[in-house]
């Protein structure tokens, strides 16, 4: 059957790469499905960069439900799923790769094609996509007519790959800008960036809860330890944090050496205000939980204060960062630097304690590091 590639080249060009890549591995299987090419599977990877996830995946198959895309996690080229399989040839060798499943499999067919055959696919065909940058990706497609794919049916695959390939290019470039601005800004932030706040001296005032942490002794131990040893510290530290701070609706806004600088967002209202405070407490005390599960070999402080700041864009005319300034997070930084000297785990400013309403014991009166007036420190009580 000789096939007009035109009608489907149309709808992909137009219609289906506007709704995202599955909605177009969707209706691209339901299109050759309708017009009488009796597939059984269409599937579209691409390799990503991402500090968790080394691929997507997006997956039709005939008669199955509703299938969203999913991912490969980071060490993919040592899975047994992928070493020796056809995503690997083809990935490696930017060829087409063509297996027809009607004929007996052999050990050396990999195991991928030995569950598609018992599932009645009868021929399988992977095609390169090829983008301006990076690995690319690849249209896989199975077919279950008896006869397997026809030289024409090869040849329509080929036509549409070659515009499905931009369009997927183009979907794994903004997925990248996705991953690295929420990567390395936070998803609240890193959103902002992608919405187009990204000009120098765009600025908003915000109010919020800040909560600064930092380990202690990190001076000694990067003295009495090796380089590695300290790193693997600093990062299983971080991690404590984030997984308290996320868990509280918190984002971490900057890793500082071995500190970590998060907000609680506040609307100002006094139930926003109540709430901020309140989740960077939680968090504090949470991480200290986490801590003493994962056996966090070093000790550290967290000190939280609530105020205006400035939240936006500053830097040089090529060179600009997204970040908070202001007194109130001079604060917080002042008041964690007591921790230490106090000999508390978590310290709260006075209007923390006053707004969050919670069950605190004053630890002392303190002239914090730029202020004129001395303020009360408050521990919570049960951290």
Not at 115 to 131: A, K, N, S
Not at 215 to 224: D, F, S
Request: hydrophobic content about 40%; glycine content about 12%.
């Amino acid at each position: 059957m000789a096939w007009n590639a035109e009608p489907h080249l149309n709808w992909i060009l137009t219609h289906g790469r506007m709704k995202g890549l599955q909605v177009l591995v969707d209706g691209l299987g339901l299109r050759l499905r309708d017009e009488g090419m009796a597939l059984m599977r269409v599937r579209l990877g691409m390799r990503t960069t991402h500090p968790l996830t080394a691929a997507l995946s997006f997956l039709w198959e005939h008669g199955g439900g509703p299938i969203v895309q999913f991912t490969a996690p980071q060490g993919l080229e040592t899975r047994s799923s992928y070493v020796g399989s056809p995503m690997e040839y083809i990935g490696q060798t930017r060829k087409p790769f063509r297996r027809s499943l009607r004929e007996p499999l052999g050990p050396e067919d990999h195991v991928v094609l030995h569950e598609l055959q018992r599932r009645g696919g009868t021929d399988y065909y992977g095609v390169p996509l090829d983008f301006v940058e990076g690995a690319g990706g690849i249209l896989m497609l199975v077919s279950e007519d008896p006869e397997g794919f026809t030289e024409d049916d090869i040849v329509l695959i080929d036509t549409l790959a070659t515009a499905i390939a931009p369009i997927a290019e183009a979907h794994g470039n903004f997925h990248l800008a996705t991953a690295i601005a929420q990567s390395y800004l936070g998803p609240r932030t890193g959103q902002r960036v992608l919405d187009g706040q990204i000009t120098r001296g765009d600025i908003e005032q915000n109010e919020a809860a800040i909560l600064f942490s930092d380990i202690r002794g990190w001076t000694a131990l990067n003295t009495t330890q090796s380089a590695e040893h300290a790193l693997d510290v600093a990062n299983r530290y971080f991690e404590v944090m984030s997984d308290a701070i996320d868990n509280n609706e918190g984002e971490i806004l900057k890793f500082l050496g071995d500190g970590v600088l998060a907000l609680f967002p506040s609307d100002g209202t006094d139930a926003g205000q109540v709430k901020a405070c309140r989740q960077a407490i939680s968090a504090a005390h949470a991480a200290l939980g986490i801590a003493k599960l994962a056996d966090l070999p070093v000790p550290f402080g967290t000190g939280i204060h609530y105020g205006a700041l400035l939240y936006g864009n500053v830097g040089a005319r090529e060179r600009i960062d997204f970040t908070v300034l202001g007194q109130s997070v001079n604060i917080a930084s002042r008041v964690e630097a007591f921790c230490g000297r106090l000999d508390e785990p978590v310290l709260i400013s006075a209007p923390v304690a006053r707004i969050a309403g919670v069950a605190t014991r004053h630890v002392g009166t303190e002239v914090l590091k730029g202020m004129d007036a001395p303020m009360a420190l408050h521990a919570p009580i049960g951290i």
